[in-house]
């Protein structure tokens, strides 16, 4: 009994601390104890880490007989890393609608348009005239790039819940390209360039790896 009465001494003491902040007191056990309750900053007020996370994404792997190991920062709006034996430093620019910079040993001199249905890019990269649209709807991406003409086709299957392999089939670098990406895991598969693709997405997906295409490409063709 007195241990209890300590503990009560000891439950009001506490309570007494807190009393002008913490609200009211809820009741512990049979022993009527009671300490205060402490209200915690609401949500609006703490950082949302998953969405900080969310905004951060990777692409690592290899492609193009490289390492790819690459940042996408959709805070700060960069690409970094490295891959194809060079640094990537990009930056894009959402008001002026600019990507510059600079990879593949080359400097990036790039404007875009970017809509819900479609990207368009166009200017320079890798030593070469870029110029392509990505169109979602009609699953399509067209242009040219590395001296060389540049078609994709793919189908992103959206809203069909079965639907987790995206795959990817045309030419780039007077090459064949024939890619499957797994929406589940992030993985993309197979070949272009020559050379296979082994790469993994994390927090970005195929929309990003599309749009930002002409990083993807070597130089100049095998």
Avoid at 111 to 120: G, L, P, R
Wanted: proline content about 5%; charged content about 15%.
């Amino acid at each position: 009994m007195k241990t209890l009465s300590y503990l009560a001494a000891a439950a009001i003491s506490v309570s007494g601390i807190f009393s002008a902040s913490a609200g009211e007191s809820q009741v512990l056990g049979k022993a009527g104890l009671s300490l205060p309750s402490i209200e915690l900053p609401s949500p609006e007020a703490q950082p949302n880490k998953s969405s900080f996370a969310v905004k951060l994404g990777t692409i690592t792997g290899t492609m193009n007989r490289s390492i790819v190991d690459l940042k996408i920062n959709k805070l700060a709006w960069t690409i970094t890393g490295a891959m194809n034996y060079s640094p990537i430093d990009v930056k894009i620019n959402h008001d002026d609608k600019t990507i510059t910079g600079g990879a593949n040993h080359s400097p990036i001199a790039l404007t875009f348009a970017w809509s819900t249905e479609e990207v368009s890019v166009d200017g320079g990269a890798n030593h070469s005239p870029v110029k392509y649209t990505v169109n979602w709807k009609n699953g399509l991406l067209e242009g040219y790039s590395n001296h060389a003409p540049l078609r994709l086709e793919f189908d992103m299957s959206e809203g069909l819940a079965d639907a987790t392999i995206v795959t990817v089939k045309g030419y780039a670098n007077r090459a064949p390209v024939e890619l499957t990406y797994n929406k589940v895991n992030g993985h993309i598969g197979g070949y272009m360039d020559r050379s296979p693709v082994d790469v993994n997405l994390v927090n970005c997906d195929l929309y990003d790896f599309l749009q930002y295409f002409f990083l993807f490409m070597r130089e100049v063709p095998f």
